[in-house]
């Protein structure tokens, strides 16, 4: 088993930054991709941000340009530092990881931009 445990979420003007942590514990040689997912008010969850095990990152067109995500093995953990942040980047973020056998989620930490 494994678990996530997200934090860095808050309150943000519009233009400004966050960066939002990931730390994993359990079973983490088991992990194989990471990602970000976020959901909006009143929205479905969607997919934000992957990072392959590889080292391999893949964004959402609405965050690409704006967002990073990233990963240290060392530390069991996983970033997403997010920049230019628009109202409508609001929302909880969740962490996600995978093994080959199993998925796992966070239990989400709140964004909201706004003035």
């Known amino acids: 088993q494994v678990q996530l445990v997200e934090s860095g979420g808050g309150l943000v003007q519009p233009g400004g930054s966050l960066r939002l942590s990931c730390a994993a514990s359990?079973?983490?040689?088991?992990?194989r991709n990471w990602a970000w997912h976020r959901q909006a008010p009143g929205k479905q969850r969607e997919w934000v941000?992957?990072?392959?095990?590889?080292?391999?990152?893949v964004y959402a067109d609405s965050v690409n340009g704006r967002f990073t995500i990233s990963r240290d093995n060392a530390e069991n953990r996983v970033y997403l530092q997010m920049n230019s942040l628009k109202p409508e980047d609001t929302g909880v973020y969740y962490c996600?990881?995978?093994?080959?056998?199993?998925?796992?989620w966070g239990q989400g930490t709140p964004v909201t931009v706004a003035s």
């Open positions: 996600w990881a995978a093994s080959s056998m199993d998925s796992f």
């Open positions: 359990g079973n983490i040689f088991s992990l």
């Open positions: 941000a992957t990072v392959t095990i590889g080292g391999s990152t």
